[in-house]
């Protein structure tokens, strides 16, 4: 008797060990480093490692509180960032100025957004699985949600793991959304912009997955962008703090790690929830409470 619950303990306690070391990001670090060794010469890539800080944890101007989402419009060369306490969104220049607060009515709680052409914005909000289509112009003080077009999307997430990135993915014309956890996946979603103009409901969803045995081996997921020059998807972990870097068809192409020490950080992100990259390659990432990040390349970016 003594014996089986001794060996019942060493059990518990090696099961414990186990997933803490799998949130900790330390086995998911190193399946994905060697996962990227199969990677051929020359795929187009940005090359996450050889990124340096360039802004490292500056508090935003004017923003308090409850920073989550990101992405950088090309039509404005800006990036907007959503707030989910008070609803309203952000616009901040490159260097994590604020340039102006958007106040949103009619949200739960907005957690993700992503530019998708000209003042074309899509939102998620993770409360109500909602995804709603907005017009943000330079002369926008204010968005009513429930005067925009929008589609709920009932996939069996938890109310507060569900949605929490979103990215357009210009070169698809498709829509790639990350949910949290339980379970932790990406789903890419088409023929969205045609349903909500009214020209038919040919919306199409599939999951995608890492081409790597360890799977989604991150602990959760809080963000996505998609890089158009390359096609590339980067996905954001909070928990197990890392940036990774997957070619289209999903295979593991780089990783920057978002602890203290590494890529010129004195000390750890706390708590990223947005990612979005520039036209110059510069990534970008919100952490709350309201602290800003740029990382720069080191070397040219790769193209096929």
Do not use: C
């Amino acid at each position: 008797m003594r014996v089986t619950l001794r060996r019942s303990l060493l059990w518990g306690a090696g099961l414990i060990l186990v997933v803490a070391l799998w949130a900790s990001g330390v086995v998911g670090l190193g399946a994905h480093q060697i996962a990227m060794h199969g990677v051929p010469a020359g795929t187009a890539s940005l090359h996450l490692a050889d990124y340096r800080v360039g802004i490292e944890g500056l508090p935003i101007p004017g923003l308090a509180d409850n920073t989550s989402g990101l992405t950088f419009s090309p039509a404005t060369g800006t990036l907007f960032t959503a707030i989910n306490r008070p609803a309203e969104l952000a616009e901040l220049s490159p260097d994590g100025q604020l340039l102006r607060r958007i106040p949103l009515t009619g949200a739960s709680d907005v957690e993700g957004l992503t530019h998708v052409e000209g003042d074309r914005f899509i939102l998620v909000d993770e409360g109500r699985h909602r995804l709603s289509w907005v017009t943000i112009t330079a002369g926008t003080t204010g968005i009513d949600l429930a005067t925009a077009p929008f589609l709920t999307l009932d996939l069996g997430a938890f109310r507060n793991m569900g949605f929490e990135g979103i990215s357009w993915d210009q070169r698809r014309k498709e829509l790639v959304i990350v949910q949290e956890m339980w379970p932790v996946r990406v789903l890419v979603i088409g023929g969205l912009d045609q349903a909500v103009q009214g020209q038919g409901l040919g919306v199409t969803v599939r999951e995608w997955q890492p081409d790597s045995w360890a799977g989604h081996f991150v602990a959760d997921l809080s963000s996505v962008t998609v890089h158009d020059p390359t096609g590339n998807m980067l996905l954001l972990s909070d928990m197990s703090s890392v940036l990774a870097e997957y070619s289209p068809d999903g295979a593991p192409l780089s990783l920057m790690t978002l602890w203290s020490g590494w890529h010129g950080l004195t000390g750890s992100v706390p708590q990223a929830e947005g990612v979005a990259v520039g036209p110059d390659g510069a990534v970008f990432i919100v952490s709350e409470p309201n602290l800003f990040y740029r990382f720069d390349p080191a070397v040219t970016l790769s193209q096929p």
